[in-house]
Nanobody, 123 residues
């Protein structure tokens, strides 16, 4: 499956952005999806995840209550709504797909990756 992330940009502290990740292929609902981010000089970290059917989600503690992930399997798209953004949310954001099993917090367990979209939060 091929993934295309979009929606990044420059926003002020407290603002909102919605990232989208469009997937190719006919079996999108068979993939658990993860959102990761990587800030300059730091390791890639999980932000959120969602199961194939959308019934189960995971959020990193740092984004709980501010970020929401959802998916529309009819459109082969997963979303990350980011509210109350902080400067520490500045990073390149990536979507990833994992076939079978469940959402994992570890990047190494994902089979496919999007190209990343940059989010910059100014103070």
């Amino acid at each position: 499956v091929q993934l295309q992330a979009s929606g990044g940009g420059l926003v002020q502290t407290g603002g909102s952005l919605r990232l989208s990740c469009a997937a190719s292929g006919r079996t999108f609902s068979g993939y658990n999806m993860g959102w990761f981010r990587q800030a300059l000089g730091k390791e890639r970290e999980i932000v959120a995840g969602i199961s194939g059917g959308g019934g189960s989600t995971y959020y990193a503690d740092s984004v709980k209550g501010r970020f929401t992930t959802s998916r529309d399997n009819a459109k082969n798209t997963v979303y990350l709504q980011m509210n109350s953004l902080k400067p520490e949310d500045t990073a390149a954001y990536y979507c990833a797909a994992r076939r079978n099993f469940a959402v994992s917090i570890l990047p190494k367990f994902y089979d496919f990756w999007g190209q990343g979209t940059l989010v910059t939060v100014s103070s």
